[in-house]
Every structure is written in C-alpha cells, then in structure tokens.
C-alpha cells in the first residue's frame, strides 16, 4: 500500500514538505528544520526538472538534508549571530564586576548576597553579614564573589 502512494508522489508534494518544515522551523529553538525545508525544496525542483523515482527521490531528499545541515551548522560558525545582550539568558555573567551587601554570613566559602530584590548563594571568602563583596564570577546560579575592603 505504502509503495503505491510513494509511486504517485509529484513535485509539489515536496514542497508542501518544504512548507511544513519551514512552519515547524517558526516553532523551533534552534535553527534545523529550516535546512530540512530547503533540501525538500531543492527535492520538489529537481522532480519537477527530471522524472525520477521515488527511491532517487528520497536518497536526494536525505543527501540534500546531510549536506544542507552541515553547511549550515559551519556557516553559523563562521558568521555568529550577534546580539545587543549577549549574556541575556545568563543572568549571573550580567552581574559580574557590581558590588553587593553580605546577606547571610559568608561560612566555609558559602553564603547569601542581597542584590537588588534577589538574594543568590555565593562562594567566596569567609565574610560577616553587612560585608561588601564584588562578583568575580558565576557558575549556574551561585555566584563568586571577592571581599571590597
């Protein structure tokens, strides 16, 4: 049954493909679908140039989706997408080199800060509640911090 509807494939079911990725694409983190979506439109326009069956069809499509993906993975390599706030999504390297306020006693290298409307766990020298500190550094959501004198 299923080798009776691959036989009767043209080419513009493989632009419907290519439109159907490039719509999951909108909905996707990352950049993938959309390579997908160009190696079934480079499909549908190879079909619609050259009768071919739909076993040439499919090895195209999957070549197509290997190299266009590869491309594209060292393309964004070489050409990154810059941002205004590069550190947008890691809240603790935004924080780096601004001074806070000992919340909770510095004790065997761990403890809390207050900044701003947030406390967060740091790690640092042993330091007493009211003691000023700088963020040197973060890992995950622990903060590392310096004694200010």
Known sequence: MMEGFFDSMNWWHWLIVAVLF????????????MWLGFAAAITALAALAI??????????FAVL???????????FKRHPIESEQPAL????????GKMAVVETPIVNGTGRIHLGETTWKVTGPDAAT???????????????VELID
């Open 65 to 75: 989706s290997v190299a266009s993906i590869l491309i594209g993975r060292s393309w």
């Open 51 to 60: 009768e071919m069956s739909w076993e040439m069809e499919f090895l195209l």
């Open 130 to 144: 009211g003691q000023k500190v700088r963020i040197i550094g973060s890992q995950g959501s622990t903060l590392k």
């Open 22 to 33: 490039l719509i999951m694409e909108i909905f996707s983190p990352a950049a993938f679908f």
């Open 89 to 96: 999504n890691e809240r603790g390297v935004e924080l780096v």
